[in-house]
């Protein structure tokens, strides 16, 4: 009998070439967790997951599903197949799903999360886990700027060359930039993303706090939908998948972040 499992995974996605399956490498999130399952379950694992992540970027709560006709107990597939991910990739947790579920198509949201380090000197501890940027930014503005994102646009200044999305309509929830000492975070959540969307709209608004671009400036750009008008695509490092939200399913969520 065929069973359906939702999965919640954590990564770090520095050594990676994003989440999905390439042809031309191994080193995707997607060949580790389905070599690992598969050693579980003894047969050919394909997983699905809510939202791929590019290279660079990590996952606090990537969910994703899978099909077994193996019979295992929660705990057994957790330890087996983390005994078989690398240390940059724990399973957090399993649950049994109706088989009709789908990890992708029934998000109803998701959230990211970009760190950036505003201080005068490099980071050692967060080198390569947050953007370091030197000079003073005006975080008011930042988050005045993130508020005119909230709704349901056309985004496509914030889409990068070569998404293969069919349109560039997006509705964002929730967005905004706060500061914990020299530690400047922007959260966003919306329905879905597009390639490069968070990075894109990081750098544009990285613009607005250092007073390169006024508040207007940045209204015009949403409503020009136009990418030559935004500001450059920030590295991927800084950015971390928080995870989806479903209507029937309930996880806990990690609040290193909050």
């Not at 290279?55 to 709560?61: F, S």
């Not at 349109?167 to 975070?185: C, G, M, P, T």
């Not at 879905?192 to 508040?215: C, D, Y």
């Amino acid at each position: 009998m065929t069973a359906r499992f939702f999965c919640q995974l954590e990564y770090d996605g520095s050594s990676y070439k994003g989440f999905q399956a390439q042809k031309s490498t191994k080193k995707t999130i997607q060949y580790e967790v389905e070599h690992a399952l598969a050693k579980v379950a003894d047969h050919e694992i394909n997983i699905v997951c809510s939202g791929r992540t590019d290279a660079g970027v990590h996952a606090v709560n990537q969910i994703f599903h899978f099909d077994t006709t193996a019979e295992r107990d929660i705990d057994s597939w957790i330890r087996g197949a983390n005994a078989n991910l690398p240390n940059n990739i724990s399973l957090i947790n399993f649950f049994n799903v109706e088989t009709d579920s789908h990890a992708r198509f029934d998000a109803i949201s998701r959230e990211y999360i970009y760190l950036i380090t505003n201080s005068d000197f490099k980071p050692a501890i967060h080198n390569n886990k947050t953007l370091w940027v030197r000079r003073e930014l005006d975080v008011k503005g930042m988050n005045d700027a993130a508020k005119l994102l909230i709704g349901e646009k056309d985004f496509s200044s914030f889409r990068a060359t070569g998404c293969q999305s069919k349109h560039s309509v997006r509705k964002i929830y929730e967005a905004e930039v706060r500061q914990d000492n020299d530690l400047i975070s922007f959260r966003i959540k919306a329905n879905a993303f597009m390639l490069n969307m968070v990075r894109i709209i990081v750098g544009t608004l990285l613009a607005v706090g250092r007073n390169e671009k006024s508040l207007s400036d940045f209204a015009n750009i949403i409503e020009a939908k136009d990418r030559k008008r935004s500001g450059k695509t920030v590295d991927p490092f800084g950015l971390y998948f928080m995870g989806p939200e479903y209507n029937y399913l309930s996880y806990k969520k990690n609040r290193i972040f909050k």
